[in-house]
């Protein structure tokens, strides 16, 4: 990446996350755009360009054109784009950036779904294919599946399922436990391995109720300056050295390998490259998605632990784990 051209962050905010339900979509994304503007001391005409991030808001909102609502908000006529998610918003916000068309951009994202808590379950399908929508698969259900692959897969029985069972369990635990020390989370309070377990055989799935992310409303935002300008906001900025991004397919059965994302694996090598760094010098990892299953798959697919085994270190690791 040329120097002086890498994409920096200089200022964040964002609302606590949870049920909003008396705060309409345009409050919550105010409150996280003055939160990180007010960080910076930064300006509305000081920006030149705003990449938001959402998935449900058409639906649970009736929120079709984002950037013209993001427009109002801001009193602002910039160049504005809409993603389906975060992650995206910020790699094209990075990609304008180095390419010198920007020099200081808002990132922002924000969901609003428990403003339709009695269709949010079909809602969810949107980010399944066509055929498992109409065979009446949900999201879970796949997660499900792709557990039942990864068992299948290597052999794993006996004694090692009760493991893997538990390791599962202390992701769930060591989330919950990190929660405690974020005044931004949705639940602040610690779980047991145990309930856990307890849920699964309540539910009578293989995986429960603290298996899976909560239905939640909030936003976020930042502001993403070039090299040059950075200085002139923070004297604490944060270098994005590399990124990446690639794309699998929808359909979680036409997929080559059911107990991995190809895409996650072709990202991070990217990524690496791009930083000109290995995998090992990286300190500090934070893994998100929907699921327990998914953040221990996730440890295999960026190359942190071998291919059927991150269950063994989660296990391990996580005996007397006290939280960061």
Same mark, same amino acid.
């Given at each position: ?91 094209? &916000?990075?990609?304008?950036?180095? !390419? ?10 924000? =969901? $609003?779904? #428990? %403003? ?96 899976? &992310?909560?239905?939640?409303?909030? !936003? ?10 950075? =200085? $002139?906001? #923070? %004297? ?89």
């Amino acid at each position: 990446m040329v120097m002086g051209n890498r994409p920096v962050i200089v200022a964040v905010g964002r609302t606590k996350f949870g049920e909003h339900y008396e705060k309409e979509p345009e409050k919550l994304i105010e409150e996280a755009w003055l939160k990180a503007s007010q960080e910076a001391g930064i300006e509305r005409r000081d920006l030149e360009a705003c990449y938001l991030s959402d998935y449900f808001l058409p639906i649970t909102n009736k929120l079709g054109l984002e950037e013209g609502f993001l427009s109002e908000l801001t009193e602002l006529h910039v160049p504005m784009e809409v993603t389906r998610s975060f992650s995206s918003a910020l790699m094209n &916000a990075c990609n304008a950036i180095q !390419a010198g068309k920007y020099n200081v951009v808002l990132v922002g994202g924000i =969901e $609003k779904m #428990t %403003d339709r808590w009695d269709k949010i379950r079909d809602d969810l399908m949107l980010l399944e294919d066509p055929w498992s929508y109409y065979a009446g698969c949900t999201p879970e259900a796949n997660h499900e599946l792709m557990l039942r692959a990864y068992i299948k897969k290597y052999g794993i029985n006996g004694e090692n399922l009760e493991k893997l069972n538990i390791a599962l369990a202390q992701i769930s635990v060591k989330n919950h436990l990190h929660a405690t020390k974020n005044e931004y989370a949705q639940y602040q309070r610690k779980i047991t391995v145990e309930q856990v377990l307890n849920a699964r055989k309540e539910a009578r799935k293989p995986l429960g109720l603290y298996d899976y &992310a909560p239905i939640s409303d909030g !936003a976020s935002a930042l502001i993403l300056t070039s090299e040059d300008w950075a =200085e $002139k906001f #923070t %004297d604490m900025p944060i270098y994005i050295l590399g990124s990446s991004s690639a794309t699998d397919y929808l359909t979680f059965p036409a997929r080559q390998d059911l107990t991995h994302f190809l895409a996650s694996e072709i990202a991070i090598k990217k990524a690496l490259k791009v930083a000109g760094i290995s995998l090992w010098d990286i300190q500090i990892v934070e893994l998100y998605d929907q699921s327990t299953v998914k953040e221990m798959i996730s440890l295999e697919d960026l190359g942190f632990c071998e291919r059927g085994k991150a269950w063994q270190s989660i296990y391990q690791s996580c005996q007397d784990y006290k939280g960061y």
